[in-house]
């Protein structure tokens, strides 16, 4: 079926660290994005991705359209404890019209250590 | 910096009861939708909407389920008659019209609904 699969689902870093998570899937997407949830509110646009292949950073973030169209990589360099939170990637399905419905992957918990 | 925003935060509603979500888009946004999140699991689609109609929606989405549009601001999800695995968060997302490549979603604070 139409699934995203992240990971790691946990991560638990010291304060400076630099942090990896990544999504792949069997289907192809034609945007993915990554966000940012913390407790209680909704998910917060970081980084949005169009083209296979395309390298975009956002400040400590940096995120890659895989050149397949099936994967997607978030990096934060030099983490700090206000990244804690919970980050998603979503993606559009290619061919799924223009309805623009996002898929999710089940979310990477990261845990910042002063 | 425009921002959907979302209404009430938490509604608490007895089995069976009718409950309404509401939400109001960013202003110059063309498409909206509404995706829900149980506790600890991902978010899920519900449904999108565009033009005065139901674009795509998701198996989640029964007959229980409806969305409207009444005026030109605020979008609203009702469920007819809630049932306990209607406990999650709502969250209501909207986008612009995708001239290139815009096609990002923004989405609201959400609205936790609690059914007893």
């Known amino acids: 079926g139409q699934q995203l699969n992240q990971s790691p689902q946990s991560m638990f870093i010291q304060e400076g660290e630099d942090v990896s998570m990544n999504c792949t899937s069997s289907?192809?997407?034609?945007?993915w994005l990554w966000y940012k949830q913390e407790p209680g509110e909704g998910p917060v646009l970081l980084i949005a991705?169009?083209?296979?292949?395309e390298l975009t950073s956002n400040g400590r973030l940096t995120a890659q359209f895989g050149i397949t169209r099936k994967d997607s990589f978030l990096n934060i360099s030099a983490s700090i404890p206000s990244d804690v939170g919970i980050y998603f990637c979503?993606?559009?399905?290619?061919?799924?019209?223009?309805?623009?419905?996002?898929?999710f992957g089940q979310g990477t918990t990261l845990q910042v250590k002063p | 910096e425009p921002e959907v925003t979302q209404t009430p935060s938490h509604q608490v509603t007895q089995m069976g009861q009718e409950v309404i979500l509401r939400c109001v888009p960013i202003?110059?946004?063309?498409?909206f939708y509404w995706y829900r999140q149980i506790l600890g699991q991902k978010v899920e689609f519900l449904v999108s909407?565009?033009?005065?109609?139901?674009?795509?929606k998701s198996e989640i989405f029964d007959d229980q389920f409806s969305v409207e549009r009444p005026d030109g601001s605020n979008f609203t999800l009702k469920i007819r008659s809630t049932k306990l695995e209607d406990s999650a968060m709502y969250f209501c997302?909207?986008?612009?019209?995708?001239?290139?490549?815009?096609?990002?979603?923004?989405f609201g604070p959400g609205t936790r609904l609690t059914v007893l």
């Open positions: 997302a909207s986008r612009p019209l995708a001239r290139g490549n815009t096609d990002t979603q923004y």
């Open positions: 289907s192809i997407f034609n945007t």
């Open positions: 991705l169009y083209k296979a292949g």
């Open positions: 979503a993606g559009q399905l290619i061919g799924s019209g223009n309805t623009g419905k996002l898929i």
């Open positions: 202003s110059n946004h063309l498409y």
């Open positions: 909407f565009y033009n005065n109609e139901i674009s795509e």
